[in-house]
């Protein structure tokens, strides 16, 4: 089974290590486009011209599913890649709220892309699952991804976003680039749990394969 893989950077490495895992026996194609970081600040326009060029160069490739690693270019993108490759299974990456809400802690924080805050996907996921009491807090962190793409400057955007923000006892990471500094988020809120999408995209992918 060969497996295509996308996102704006190194981010989606680490969705794709969660997925080989699962599936070691696959063969795998990575794109990291760097050149185009962050997806969360272009058009839907260009997103789609980016996305549809990846989707075009993972399939001569022979991939067979195509992993949309990138929050951003799901909630605006794979819905119409579905309909313009019908061919092709898509597994798109989204906010982990409702694995969050299911916890039942009070105070929830969404760490993600302005792009992907700003989706009417993840307005859709707070009216489904968000209960009773809950408060989730939605945060924009424009330039977080950049940052972490570089591999500098971390700690400086950090404090910015988050030296104000009152302590969650859930925090979301919207964005598969925030994946990779796990350990310097966890610095601000200790005790807080850091959930992030990429277990549910590994076992959807394991379905697939079973259906292919």
Known sequence: MKIGIFDSG????????????????AEYFYIGDSRNCPYGEKTDEELMKITRKHVETLKKK?????VIACNTATTRCIAKLRQEYPELKFVGTE???KLATETGVKRILVMATPGTIESER???LMAEYQRPRQKIRLLACPG???????????????????????????????????????????KYFPEAKLIDGNEGVAKRVVELTKQM
């Open 144 to 186: 977080l991804a950049d940052v972490i793409e570089a591999g500098a400057g971390i700690d400086e955007k950090l404090a910015e976003l988050l030296a104000k923000i009152p302590a969650p006892e859930v925090i979301v990471l919207g964005c598969t680039h925030y994946s990779l500094i796990k350990p310097e988020i966890q």
């Open 95 to 97: 906010p982990a709220i």
């Open 122 to 124: 993840t307005a859709r």
């Open 10 to 25: 190194k981010g989606g490495t680490t969705v794709m290590a969660a997925i080989k895992e699962r599936l070691p026996e």
């Open 62 to 66: 022979g991939a067979r599913i195509i």
